[in-house]
């Protein structure tokens, strides 16, 4: 593993961990044990330890995040699903300490730089483009007329809110209402579809 991987692996950990703002060049020092001449050679400054983190999400939502969990799942709405099935087991294994590393980044960054906010949309993009394939796999299930787009960023919505008040409340339910709701939506659009076939 290169100087650059080790990096950007212990800079996702303690970000997510610690926070941006509360992580240290002396604590990716310590967690990489490497010396700051290559950490320096590597990444110029703390920032763009951050773009490096943010574009690794990025390159990585598929074998990082979806394939895992969409892993013997082959409905497309039963995938959107097993997507937040995954962020539930984290929220319990973490006892509802977890935060959506992007989602986290986004509210404590209030003022990104262009470049930093372009990847953290970037993050969001891919992560709303994936649910909105399943919603156009999905097909005649849905309504004709159903924005599919605008559908995946409510299910974004939805995931994020109930990560973060999972975690501000420390109780998973509050998770659970989040998903239960959606999956109510879910069951009257394709009602809908139905009744309109």
Known sequence: MSAREKIVLA??????LKGY?????????????LNSGSLYHAFPSKQDVLIGV???????????????AWADVDDPIEKIFALLRHYRTLIVETDCTYGCPIGSLALELHEPDPKVRELIAAN????????????ADAGKRLPGETDRRALAQFVLTAMEGGVMQARTHRHVAYFDR??????AHFALLEQAAKVGA
């Not at 969001?124 to 919603?135: H, K, M, P, R, S």
């Open 21 to 33: 703002n509360s992580t240290s060049i002396a604590d990716l020092l310590s967690r990489t044990q």
């Open 178 to 183: 989040a998903v239960a709701q959606l999956r």
């Open 11 to 16: 800079a996702m950990e303690l970000f997510w």
């Open 124 to 135: 969001f993009g891919n992560w709303t483009a994936a649910i909105e394939q399943c919603l």
């Open 54 to 68: 943010l574009e690794a999400y990025r390159d990585g939502i598929h074998q990082q995040l979806l394939a895992p």
